[in-house]
Structures are given as C-alpha cells and as structure tokens.
C-alpha cells in the first residue's frame, strides 16, 4: 500500500479515512519488519535482524561528535565496501577491502593497513609490497616481521629482516650454521597507515 501523509486530517470523519489510516499502518509495518525483529515478537521488538545499506555517491555529511558508517563502491576492490566518516566531514576509512591471497592486503577499522607476502633471498634481497591500482600504498610503515618457513629442502637456511620502508623491506637470506649466503624461503607481515 502507499502510505498518505497527513491522514486523518482534522476535519476528517474517521470512519471515512479509515482505510487510508490502516494503509499506512500496513505501509509503516511492512517497512519496519525490513531487516528488523516483528513488533510482537519477544526479544525482537524494535532490533535489527542485519542491516543493508545502498551504496553511496559521496561521503554523507558528518558534524563534531557525529561518524557515519555507510557503503561506497571501493576504487580499490570494484565492489562495495563499508567505510567510517570520522566527525567535521574528516578522513573516510574503508574496512573491509581486502586481497585474501599469499601476497595480501588489508585494511583494519582503525585505518592501519596490514600487508602479508612470501618471498626468498639470498644474501641481502630487497622485497617490494605488492603494486598496483587495487592495493593501497602505505603512507607510514610501523613495523615489519619476517619469518624463515620451514623447508625439509634446505634445513639450515634462516632469513631476517635488514630493513624496511613504505616501498619494501630487505631481508638477509643466510645458512644457519655457516652464515654463507644461502637462498632462504621467508614470510612477511607489514604494519602501517
């Protein structure tokens, strides 16, 4: 039904705007009962089931002490992602793009930026973050963690971080007993803004 404002009107007989009074109360009903508990259901009342939200065009509009939490369509991932507007209009941080693959990326609520790889080296290696128009670069890097993988091939291999950056990070691919130049499968996780 379609809801009809300013019903009943005070010069209306309600018995003759009956009906358009129970058709907004159908429209009001079925438009609460979208993605939220029934009115007398117990422990529902008035509690969303889940939420959907359309996609935005732009960053709705936030005063002081207000954040907003809506949907854009991400430049990053192609699909749509939920974002938090910080108060007066501030920085909007998308969350939940992410690339879940063995060189990864992600995005935390807070706005830090994890990004995960494998790699080797031998001897000093310099080890590039992933690249491209889907991924963020890092504005300021953290911390950065590196972890020899365990091989049954090559035993005594050990690899440990040299350095590292906004761009990559440098490892040191070694022999765990000699300390020769050896290649040496390693991991990483990277932490920043």
């Given at each position: ?46 509690k ?17 002490n ?9 430049a990053?991932t ?24 063995a ?6 609520p ?30 300021n ?46 991991t ?5 803004i």
């Amino acid at each position: 039904m379609v809801y009809t404002a300013n019903i009943p009107a005070a010069t209306d007989n309600p018995s003759q705007s009956q009906g358009l009074i129970q058709g907004n109360f159908n429209s009001i009903n079925t438009a609460f009962n979208l993605n939220h508990g029934h009115f007398d259901v117990a422990g529902e009342e008035g509690k969303h089931l889940f939420m959907q939200m359309p996609v935005q065009a732009s960053a709705p509009t936030t005063l002081i002490n207000e954040g907003a939490l809506y949907t854009r369509t991400s430049a990053l991932t192609g699909v749509t992602e939920l974002v938090y507007g910080r108060q007066s209009n501030g920085d909007q941080i998308e969350f939940t793009g992410s690339l879940n693959a063995a060189n990864g990326w992600t995005r935390l609520p807070s706005g830090i930026l994890l990004k995960w790889g494998a790699s080797t080296a031998n001897g000093i290696q310099v080890t590039n973050y992933p690249v491209a128009a889907t991924i963020p670069v890092f504005v300021n890097v953290f911390q950065a963690f590196v972890t020899t993988v365990d091989s049954s091939v090559t035993p005594n291999t050990f690899a440990y971080l040299d350095a590292f950056n906004g761009v990559g990070i440098t490892v040191h691919g070694t022999n765990r007993t000699t300390l020769a130049n050896t290649t040496a499968s390693y991991t990483y996780l990277v932490i920043g803004i």
